[in-house]
T-cell receptor
Framework: DVKVTQSSRYLVKRTGEKVFLECVQD?????MFWYRQDPGLGLRLIYF???????EKGDIPEGYSVSREKKERFSLILESASTNQTSMYLC???????????FGPGTRLLVL | GQQLNQSPQSMFIQEGEDVSMNCTSS?????WLWYKQDPGEGPVLLIA?????ELTSNGRLTAQFGITRKDSFLNISASIPSDVGIYFC?????????????FGAGTILRVKS
């Protein structure tokens, strides 16, 4: 079974803090993705990576950055958290670019 | 940009009833996926469809890839309380668009027991 884990299920941070969200997959998948999920908006792609040290912007990259130093790990960074970044963050991975994406359990982030 | 229109947005059904939801778009997709998300969890893949016209079942779930490649539906037969959750469709674009996944906004399913 594919396993995608996220470092925290719930996080509470203050405005202006730097926030790290970690994602790890154990299936040797090439591709990893970060989404945010907001009610009524579905899932929106923030950043993705097709290889180690490679990253590409998704649909809503502003205010975020990512890091992929190892194949199994993909980190999402909020350089200076803002209240409008309060959301559910979902990490996903897939073997090939056209392959099915498998999701982690999500991190619910509250920025005060 | 590409958009998926998923309907209904939410529904209450009686236990034992059949459920139907669908997604439509003006864009053409190479793959259609249906995910279910339980409260507080990440989406879990239910069914994947890879060919126009394909009809696939997974237990009480049946999904079809529309012949025009612009739509898909999901049916749940004889619903039970554990069917509660949010169901998402996702269409995967062609390689020239980066194989990007486009998600519907979700259908919230609530079952009256």
């Amino acid at each position: 079974d594919v396993k995608v884990t996220q470092s925290s299920r719930y996080l509470v941070k203050r405005t202006g803090e730097k926030v790290f969200l970690e994602c790890v997959q154990d299936m040797d998948h090439e591709n990893m993705f970060w989404y945010r999920q907001d009610p009524g908006l579905g899932l929106r792609l923030i950043y993705f990576s097709y290889d180690v040290k490679m990253k590409e912007k998704g649909d809503i990259p502003e205010g975020y950055s990512v890091s992929r130093e190892k194949k199994e790990r993909f980190s999402l960074i909020l350089e200076s958290a803002s209240t409008n970044q309060t959301s559910m963050y979902l990490c996903a991975s897939s073997f090939g670019r056209a392959e099915t994406q498998y999701f982690g359990p999500g991190t619910r982030l509250l920025v005060l | 940009g590409q958009q998926l229109n998923q309907s209904p947005q939410s529904m209450f059904i009686q236990e034992g009833e059949d459920v139907s939801m669908n997604c439509t778009s003006s864009s053409i997709f190479n793959t259609w996926l249906w995910y279910k998300q339980d409260p507080g969890e990440g989406p879990v893949l239910l069914i994947a469809l890879y060919k126009a016209g394909e009809l696939t079942s997974n237990g009480r779930l049946t999904a079809q890839f529309g012949i025009t490649r612009k739509d898909s539906f999901l049916n749940i037969s004889a619903s039970i309380p554990s069917d509660v959750g949010i169901y998402f469709c996702a269409g995967q674009l062609a390689p020239e668009y980066g194989n990007k996944l486009v998600f519907g906004a979700g259908t919230i399913l609530r079952v009256k027991s």
